[in-house]
């Protein structure tokens, strides 16, 4: 028997990730009102419990409704989820902020960064909605919308600076399919989510120049490096980029066919023009928008990031799909570099990746009695 939470949850934004998230907070016992942009989306969901646009052949609960007046589906919620496009965030916050409670807790089912701001999507949310950090809080991890909303197990991380906080929405984001753990690296979590799409727009792109495994292993790799030092120059604790957040999400994105940042990558490894690839994608692949903020931040910030400094370039179309591969470095000295950063001491990250699956193990042995720090 399905336990029910009292309360009233909210889900803006109604593509494959914010229905699939819907699902969730449904099939977990929350009574859920989605807001959808169109009227018709609204419409099917409310009185089919279909979203067949983004998630044919799936039946959502009688529990989720569907609203596209946006005051009617935020006020009165006790927690509001949004998953919208990362550069649409802001504007839609501005229509959302006069109908929150003041005890409203506000989740980021997003993955991306502000291009202008460089900020961070619960940064966004803390500037736009003039809200203290502890009432937000992150959802991410190895999510691919299809997949979840087949209920096939997966799990999930929720960060907030106050574990209470990440706690609470925790116990809503969890199911007999779904489970959440908590931390409160936020700035971990967040760029866990953002750099793993860049990532995965790398491999797509060998994907579609035709190289193989060793190829994609060795950018997988490297890239988790450059996503770590990247995170941690920003605050971010290491464990974090070796937990569901990070390589949980890393490997799920580069290696599904089902990412759009995998496909947009592929599309662009094909010889497609990014304009071309942006005309294909029925929805955003927040890779291509996150690039340029990304790279922007890791210099003023020194940080190296050669692997998504060539993703930038075959995008802008300066440089060959078939050339992204040996520029793993941007060192071109003939002195054999470190595997590890210079920066890195001799104990940081140590074990980082033989924990790491050691937590996901534990995850499936232990989930489903209480959330538990990822």
Not at 52 to 64: T, V
Not at 296 to 307: F, N, Q, R, S, T
Not at 322 to 344: F, K, M, N, V, Y
Not at 357 to 373: E, H, I, M, S, V
Request: charged content about 25%.
């Amino acid at each position: 028997m399905t336990r029910r939470i009292p309360g009233r949850v909210s889900v803006l934004g109604a593509g494959s990730w914010g229905t699939t998230f819907g699902k969730i907070l449904a099939d977990g016992g929350s009574q859920v009102t989605m807001w959808a942009r169109r009227d018709d989306v609204a419409t099917q969901i409310r009185e089919r419990h279909r979203n067949s646009e983004y998630l044919p052949n799936i039946a959502l609960p009688a529990s989720m409704t569907a609203t596209s007046d946006l005051r009617h589906a935020v006020s009165g919620a006790d927690v509001v989820f949004v998953s919208v496009p990362s550069q649409t965030l802001r504007p839609l916050l501005a229509d959302v902020k006069p109908h929150l409670k003041t005890t409203t807790i506000v989740v980021s089912l997003m993955k991306g960064v502000e291009k202008g701001t460089g900020l961070r999507m619960s940064q966004v949310i803390a500037e736009a909605l003039e809200i203290a950090p502890e009432r937000i809080a992150v959802a991410s991890g190895p999510n691919l919308a299809v997949e979840i909303a087949r209920e096939q197990p997966t799990a999930a991380v929720v960060s907030s600076v106050s574990l209470e906080t990440a706690q609470k929405v925790a116990r809503r984001a969890r199911n007999g399919y779904f489970r959440s753990f908590v931390n409160t690296d936020v700035t971990g979590t967040e760029f866990g989510g953002v750099l793993k799409n860049l990532i995965a727009v790398a491999i797509g792109i060998v994907d579609g120049v035709g190289y193989g495994e060793n190829t994609k292993a060795s950018i997988i790799t490297r890239g988790l490096v450059e996503m770590t030092d990247f995170a941690v120059a920003h605050g971010a604790q290491p464990e974090t980029l070796s937990g569901l957040a990070g390589l949980g999400d890393l490997i799920a994105t580069c290696q599904s066919p089902l990412s759009r940042n995998n496909t947009a990558g592929r599309l662009l490894g094909e010889g497609y023009s990014l304009t071309a690839v942006t005309k294909q994608m029925q929805q955003t692949a927040e890779g291509l928008a996150s690039v340029a903020p990304v790279l922007e931040l890791a210099k003023k910030i020194g940080v190296d990031m050669p692997i998504v400094e060539q993703v930038s370039r075959v995008v802008a179309g300066t440089l060959e799909p078939r050339d992204i591969a040996p520029h793993l470095t941007t060192d071109e000295s003939d002195t054999p570099q470190g595997e590890r950063t210079q920066d890195d001491r001799e104990d940081d990250g140590r074990g980082a990746v033989r924990g790491a699956f050691k937590r996901a193990l534990d995850q499936f042995r232990n989930g489903g009695r209480r959330p538990r720090r990822d």
